[in-house]
T-cell receptor
Framework: SAVISQKPSRDICQRGTSLTIQCQVDSQVTMMFWYRQQPGQSLTLIATANQGSEATYESGFVIDKFPISRPNLTFSTLTVSNMSPEDSSIYLC?????????????????FGPGTRLTVL | EDQVTQSPEALRLQEGESSSLNCSYTVSGLRGLFWYRQDPGKGPEFLFTLYSAGEEKEKERLKATLTKKESFLHITAPKPEDSATYLCAVQNDYKLSFGAGTTVTVRA
């Protein structure tokens, strides 16, 4: 299984500023994803980040607000730009993985621990 | 648009009281249905992937089943450590669409 770390684990930021969240994986992965989990809600996919190409954003999310970098196969960053209180959320990165065991094979996504962002 | 609906929103169980969580879905092309467990302040932890109707998977006190329109997560004789939010997600192509989750509380 992939071990994923995120920095920072939490932050409190002022309105109008930007925060960059880092995601580090302990193995090389092709597909990385960034999700948002707003208070009391489930996960919403922001974008897919593949190494060597531009990130693909989901409806409702734009590159100017959430620029993403993917410089290599183990690292990605998500920036939350020009923040407002509505951006207060948990931001999670995940990676696609394929597991093989005695019961057969299966696809999954592993998630990092998340970054809890509060915007004042 | 893919849709995932989980019920109930919350479930309070006595230790040893078995129950089931429901995940209803509509998806244009199901590649897999995923179950995750999420503890407060942590990222989701992978439990199962199901691919086709009739498939079942088990892990300790948890058993997941899949039909063409819904999935069930059965919790048998739960313990307090099974308290968590259980998330269901469907995969279309490479994307996961999540339900809102069922928060399970197991009292000793």
């Amino acid at each position: 299984s992939a071990v994923i770390s995120q920095k920072p684990s939490r932050d409190i930021c002022q309105r109008g500023t930007s925060l960059t969240i880092q995601c580090q994986v302990d193995s090389q992965v092709t597909m990385m994803f960034w999700y948002r989990q707003q208070p009391g809600q489930s996960l919403t996919l922001i974008a897919t980040a593949n190494q060597g190409s531009e990130a693909t954003y989901e409806s409702g999310f734009v590159i100017d607000k959430f620029p993403i970098s993917r410089p290599n196969l183990t690292f990605s960053t998500l920036t939350v730009s020009n923040m407002s209180p509505e951006d207060s959320s948990i931001y999670l990165c995940s990676v696609a993985a394929h597991l093989t065991g005695t019961g057969g094979s299966t696809d999954t996504q592993y998630f990092g621990p998340g970054t809890r962002l509060t915007v004042l | 648009e893919d849709q995932v609906t989980q019920s109930p929103e919350a479930l309070r169980l006595q230790e040893g009281e078995s129950s089931s969580l429901n995940c209803s879905y509509t998806v244009s092309g199901l590649r897999g249905l995923f179950w995750y467990r999420q503890d407060p302040g942590k990222g989701p932890e992978f439990l199962f992937t199901l691919y086709s109707a009739g498939e079942e998977k088990e892990k300790e006190r948890l058993k997941a089943t899949l039909t063409k329109k819904e999935s069930f997560l059965h919790i048998t004789a739960p313990k307090p450590e099974d308290s968590a939010t259980y998330l269901c997600a469907v995969q279309n192509d490479y994307k996961l669409s999540f339900g809102a989750g069922t928060t399970v509380t197991v009292r000793a």
